[in-house]
């Protein structure tokens, strides 16, 4: 069972609604991480999903839960930070859907990442999937290039069925080109352009370069901490 606990006053009438995931290429993480800081984003509810692991995030010794939904003057912002079991994914987000549309968001916007080939990850493009043929002449409009073929899966195909079902015609996805296996902050720039274009936002490239840079040292610390321990192992493996 999916439960939405608000903690302030949740104002998303008439904003965008971007919906992010931690997935392919850690867009879901980088995009939130900059939405939040270079918006000032508040924090008005977390999400809990009864079948998700016991995850919690940590800054500054303080944990904060890992599913979480922030809002601004323009935007409004789900982002998720752990994996959500398969089984409960349907129920999980129907919940999330409907609960959007109850607060009159104007637009529900998943994005994520698209694995490539090795040679695409530094040039790589961001595309529009839709569900429908209204949304397809919105996003030529506002020149995003519409992915031609491929597969996509999971949260994104769940999203743009169930907007269907509850006949909310204002929903698309954006998916970038990435490496799937370690954080592309190329791709994250891609699709926060795109959001930029389509909603008329500021997009910010010295607050994107700082919100990277410190996402890159923590995982650089992490990584760090990770060798220490190893090595410290094989140490007293050898005693």
Known sequence: MTRINEIGLV???????????SGSGAIGTILSAFLIKAFEMEQVAVIHADSAPPVAMVKGG?????????????????????SIPYAILPEFLDTLIQ???????????????LPVLPDNYDNGYSYGV?????????????????????VIYGSV????ELCHIHNFSSCFALLAECDPSSASYYATKQ?????????????????????????????????RYIR???????RESHL
């Open 157 to 160: 195909v769940e999203a743009l």
């Open 191 to 223: 699709i926060l352009q795109q959001l930029s274009s389509i909603f008329d936002i500021v997009f910010d490239e010295d607050e994107f370069s700082k919100v990277t840079n410190t996402i890159k040292a923590r995982i650089e610390e992490s990584t």
């Open 11 to 21: 104002d998303l009438k008439g904003k965008p609604l971007i919906q992010s995931f």
């Open 99 to 113: 609960y959007y549309i109850e607060k009159e968001v104007s637009y529900i916007v998943p994005v994520g990442g």
């Open 62 to 82: 303080l944990i904060e839960h890992p599913i979480r939904l922030f809002q601004s003057e323009k935007l409004s912002l789900m982002t998720c930070e752990v």
């Open 130 to 150: 839709v569900n429908n043929s209204d949304m397809l002449s919105f996003l030529e409009d506002k020149g995003i290039p519409l992915l031609e073929e491929g």
């Open 228 to 234: 220490e321990d190893i090595m410290d192992k094989t």
